[in-house]
């Protein structure tokens, strides 16, 4: 089955302490990208990747780092996590770029407190 | 730099009613995307349509009706006899088309109550 699969689906962890948050894709899609959602203010995407090893910043990047050393993976890195950031992450991949419907992981809902 | 408003925080319907979801958005772009997105109350989020800035006709999918004017920079999207289960988070999405790893912009949401 075609399909994003995040981990954890869910976290409650405490300021600074390191976390990653795991994305994966078994399309083959070159496009990857993480985004938040926060109440009131939909979606904003914090980064993407066109493909292996090339990564941008999104709207919303301060605070995380992301990663792309194979196709199929692209996890989101909270270095040291701040309550601020506690939210409802979506990963999200489609074939070729954002110009194309996203297919969405099921979300991960951080606590940090 | 792009920006998409759905003025429209919360709409409340009783089932049958036909509701119009706003959208309305801003690009310097002359080549763009547009999309709508659903989040039912499970919490995925499910593509609906995409239209591109050359393609002003409007489209039509079951209940579902998407109408785009470059005009007045719309995208609204009216759903006809609606249903309890049309009830949902809606998102309008724009992208510029200049090609691969562009940002897309997401509107902040209008939730849809249905009752029965």
């Known amino acids: 089955e075609a399909q994003v699969t995040q981990n954890p689906r869910y976290l409650i962890t405490v300021t600074g302490k390191k976390l990653t948050v795991t994305c994966s894709q078994n399309m083959n899609h070159e496009y990857m990208s993480w985004y938040r959602q926060d109440p009131g203010l939909g979606l904003r995407q914090i980064y993407y990747s066109m493909n292996v090893e090339v990564t941008d910043k999104g709207d919303v990047p301060e605070g995380y780092k992301v990663s792309r050393k194979e196709k199929r993976n692209f996890p989101l890195i909270l270095e040291s996590p701040s309550p601020n950031q506690t939210s409802l992450y979506f990963c999200?991949?489609?074939?070729?770029?954002?110009?194309?419907?996203?297919?969405f992981g099921d979300g991960t809902r951080l606590s940090i407190l | 730099a792009q920006k998409v408003t759905q003025a429209q925080t919360e709409i409340s319907v009783v089932e049958k009613e036909d509701v119009t979801l706003d959208c309305v958005y801003e690009t310097r772009d002359t080549t763009y995307y547009l999309f709508w997105y659903k989040q039912p109350p499970s919490g995925e989020l499910v593509f609906l349509i995409r239209?591109?800035?050359?393609?002003?006709q409007n489209e039509i999918s079951g209940r579902y009706s998407w109408n785009f004017q470059k005009s007045t920079s719309s995208f609204n999207f009216t759903i006809t006899a609606s249903q309890v289960v049309d009830s949902a988070v809606y998102f309008c999405?724009?992208?510029?088309?200049?090609?691969?790893?562009?940002?897309?912009?997401f509107g902040a949401g209008t939730i849809l109550r249905v009752k029965s």
């Open positions: 999405a724009l992208t510029p088309g200049r090609g691969y790893g562009n940002k897309l912009v």
């Open positions: 239209r591109n800035s050359f393609d002003e």
């Open positions: 999200a991949s489609s074939f070729e770029g954002v110009n194309q419907p996203q297919h």
